[in-house]
């Protein structure tokens, strides 16, 4: 899918801060972070509807989103744990409503923490 | 808190024969049903959305719908061994929550 990037496509850190990106430019209102952890589901850690954010209370605060225009979505990382080693997915959709709510993924970030 | 449950864990079938996956959902209220497709390393792929009982056609691929059960199901027709990746069942409630609770998928493989 390439309607959704993401950047950087893999990353391997130490105790560091990090950002990353995703752009999308199919006039899409919502914007999310989601999270799949080794042989797991993906979770939902930030969701964007309009700039308006709405946040995942379990996620840690080390973990940032910013929503800068209505196309754009970052999420900072301060201090990785070995517990964030995951694939981070950007996704979108038209709204959140029943009928447009159906997100479409990027490729995701696949992050390694020494 | 909803919870959504897959199985079987894992599906062997042959190349053109019907592969038939399930999921059973917790949340009565849930009137957003999706079933996503990921191959390895690899993105999600929207293949169906269902909303209300009974079913949906999407080229293949066929979601089944039953609220009283709580349980939506997803065949395919004549799956090809590209179909082989791991199929994902997700809920949401639209009055409620605006998340998408993902079940633990299935993992689809398909012999030529």
């Known amino acids: 899918n390439t309607k959704i990037t993401q950047s950087p496509r893999y990353l391997i850190l130490g105790r560091a801060n990090k950002s990353l990106e995703c752009e999308q430019h ?7 972070w989601y999270k799949q952890s080794a042989e797991k589901p993906p979770e939902l850690m930030f969701l964007y509807n309009l700039k308006q954010l709405i946040r995942n209370e379990t996620v840690p605060s080390r973990f940032i989103p910013e929503c800068p225009d ?29 009928d447009n709510q159906a997100p479409l993924f990027g490729e995701g970030t696949r992050l390694s923490v020494l | 808190q909803q919870k959504v449950q897959q199985s079987p864990e894992s599906l062997t079938v042959s190349e053109g024969a019907m592969a038939s996956l399930n999921c059973t959902f917790s949340d009565g209220t849930s009137d957003n049903f999706r079933w996503y497709r990921q191959h390895s390393g690899k993105g999600l792929e929207m293949l169906v959305s269902i909303f209300s009982d ?5 080229g293949r691929f066929t979601a089944h719908l039953n609220r009283a059960s709580l349980h939506v199901s997803l065949h395919i027709r004549e799956p090809q061994p590209s179909d082989s990746a791991v199929y ?9 929550s605006w998340q998408l609770i993902f079940g633990s998928g299935t993992q689809l493989t398909v012999m030529p």
């Open chain 1, 26 to 32: 199919l006039g899409h209102n919502a914007m999310y």
């Open chain 1, 70 to 98: 209505s196309s754009k979505l970052l999420l900072h990382i301060s201090a990785v744990d070995p517990e964030d080693s995951a694939v981070y997915f950007c996704a979108s959709s038209a709204g959140t409503g029943k």
């Open chain 2, 54 to 58: 009974g079913e949906k056609e999407e």
């Open chain 2, 88 to 96: 994902l069942c997700a809920v949401s409630t639209t009055s409620g």
